[in-house]
């Protein structure tokens, strides 16, 4: 039986597509161990032409190809066709570390563990470029329930779904996959996972190499990917009913309201109508008309003006972010605080 699957949805990555599926073959496992499952979601550059001696030389190599349906999609797919008893799915300009993978799927295998949730590296092209690989010493692990990953581990802004295993049985069973034509749909997934899993492996041992870059699905915003940020919102709230303690729905919603801040912030910063602004936000009070925020006085006047005034909150924001973030921090970077630190040393 195979043991992992591995899925890269492609799209428009020439660039970096090769050093990935590279990446994937420099993990020391035998091709009869893993399966590698590339997605072809309408690429329109020379994408697949690259890496097409790889996909030749590999006989556990699998090419999908669709029309452009965007990740949620090529992911689903690629999991549909899966024969892995666990699922691996690294974004296409992103790496795997050397030798990263055996160790952390024997561990998966030997505790059945729903997810196994490992650290990864932050790079920019330079960086990757210089990268020395060295063994990596005291690694720590600890087994978990999904409720304990949820409360200690789960950071609302960085749900990536790149820097775990996923057991497929779990994720087919518990009917979890990607909502569709969205980006951000990891942060949905990400919860729905840890929140319904039973039984999980968090490790310290470095998976991933997060490729820093311009123009990648995170790297900008605009008022549609702040549309998009807000269904994510909405079918992550719609998990609320899974938090069955007092101290995971705090977790639950501490984290809904950081992501709702953001999106309030995305909106702010863009330069469009009015009437654009308040239909993201007017769609985000219609599905989830019941998400409010009490824990702390932040939360209790962001629920007010969300509910009654969002408009004006979205009016706050930006001139905070000109305010404060634009002006004053910045000079009190360049002028105030050198001269407090050369009087600390006088």
């Keep these: 039986m195979t043991k992992l699957s591995i899925i890269v949805p492609v799209y428009n990555v020439e660039e970096y597509i090769r050093p990935c599926i590279e990446s994937i073959f420099r993990q020391g496992l035998d ?25 030749g030389n590999h006989d556990n190599v699998t090419v999908i190809n669709q029309e452009n ?31 990263s993978v055996p160790s952390l799927l024997k561990l998966a295998l030997e505790t059945n563990a729903d997810i196994v949730v490992a650290n990864f590296l932050k790079m920019d092209n330079d960086e990757i470029a210089n990268y020395k690989h060295h063994p990596q010493d005291n690694i720590t692990t600890r087994k978990l329930t999904g409720e304990q990953l949820f409360i200690e581990e789960l950071n609302p802004r960085e749900c990536y779904v790149w820097r775990s295993l996923f057991r497929k049985d779990f994720l087919t069973s ?17 919860h729905e996972c840890y929140l319904k899993a039973k039984k999980c492996i968090r490790t310290s041992q470095l998976l991933n190499i997060y490729r ?22 909405v079918k992550t709230w719609q998990l609320v009913s899974l938090c069955h303690t007092p101290q995971l729905l705090k977790k639950f919603k501490n984290g809904m309201f950081t992501l709702l801040t953001m999106v309030i912030y995305l909106i702010s910063q863009d330069e469009c109508p009015f009437t654009e602004k308040r239909r993201t936000l007017r769609f985000i009070k219609e599905l989830a008309p019941d998400m409010t925020f009490n824990d702390n006085t932040k939360q209790r006047i962001y629920s007010f003006f969300f509910r009654h005034f969002p408009m004006l909150l979205v009016y706050l924001r930006y001139l905070y972010g000109k305010i404060i973030e634009d002006f004053i921090r910045p000079t009190y970077r360049q002028f105030i605080k050198p001269q407090k630190e050369n009087n600390g040393n006088d």
């Design 212 to 233: 820093q870059r311009a123009g990648s699905a995170t790297a900008y915003f605009n008022l549609y990917k702040s549309y998009d940020f807000g269904i994510a919102i």
């Design 69 to 99: 349906q965007g990740l949620s999609a090529a992911r689903n797919n690629g999991i549909a066709v899966a024969k892995g008893e666990y699922i691996l799915m690294p974004d296409s300009d992103d790496l795997l570390i050397e030798n």
């Design 31 to 55: 091709d009869s161990d893993f399966e590698v499952i590339i997605v072809n979601d309408g690429t329109e550059d020379r994408s697949m032409e690259v890496i097409a001696d790889i996909i």
């Design 174 to 190: 518990n009917h979890i996959s990607f909502y569709p034509r969205i980006k951000f749909q990891d942060v949905p997934f990400t």
